[in-house]
């Protein structure tokens, strides 16, 4: 925003920044779950523990651990779905941006539109992003246990198989 708005203004879009960049980092940390979690899953597939049964027997509960966390993890980084609904097009999110008929038609309901419902509309997409923030971090909260898991039970299955071989 430029030097004649307000403080208040100013501040609101700080927040409504916060919270997008708080998006994109559990997206960026599921991607590396959905990472880690598929070697769980390449791996536990590709060993051939036959003669020990033990060591087949760990296999499962890793894979289902590794692929419990990569469904989690899939749902971090997917669609928003069951969001409140905003009022009015607003001239913030790039979807009610792009229904105006063209650049035209939002420059005119951007430039029209008062300091106040500028600041209402920053607000209410910060209360969005916090609920999709929120989501997105308890999802990956589960699915970094879940990971911790799927790595405990592959370092068993690891040194057992050191230890039987």
């Known amino acids: 925003m430029s030097q004649t ?3 208040q203004i100013d501040s609101a879009f700080e927040v409504l ?3 997008q960049q708080l998006i994109q980092f559990a997206d960026a940390k599921a991607g590396n779950l959905i990472v880690i979690n598929s070697l769980f899953i390449a791996a536990a597939q590709a060993t051939h523990s036959n003669h020990r049964l033990l060591l087949k027997l760990l296999q499962v509960p890793l894979v289902l651990a590794a692929g419990l966390a990569l ?3 899939l749902l971090v980084i997917m669609n928003r779905a069951g969001l409140p609904k905003m009022p009015r097009k607003d001239c913030i999110f790039f979807g ?3 229904q105006r ?3 035209n038609q939002f420059v005119a ?3 029209s539109n008062t300091e106040q419902q500028h600041l209402e509309d920053s607000l209410r997409r910060t209360y969005v992003l ?3 923030a929120s989501r997105k971090f308890s999802l990956y909260g589960w699915a970094q246990v879940l990971t911790a898991g799927a790595a405990l039970i592959w370092l068993l299955h690891s040194a057992l198989s050191v230890v039987l071989n």
């Open 130 to 132: 916090a609920l999709i």
């Open 96 to 98: 009610d941006i792009a």
């Open 71 to 73: 469904a989690l993890c």
């Open 109 to 111: 309901d951007f430039t």
């Open 17 to 19: 920044n916060y919270n």
């Open 5 to 7: 708005t307000s403080p």
């Open 101 to 103: 008929k063209n650049m």
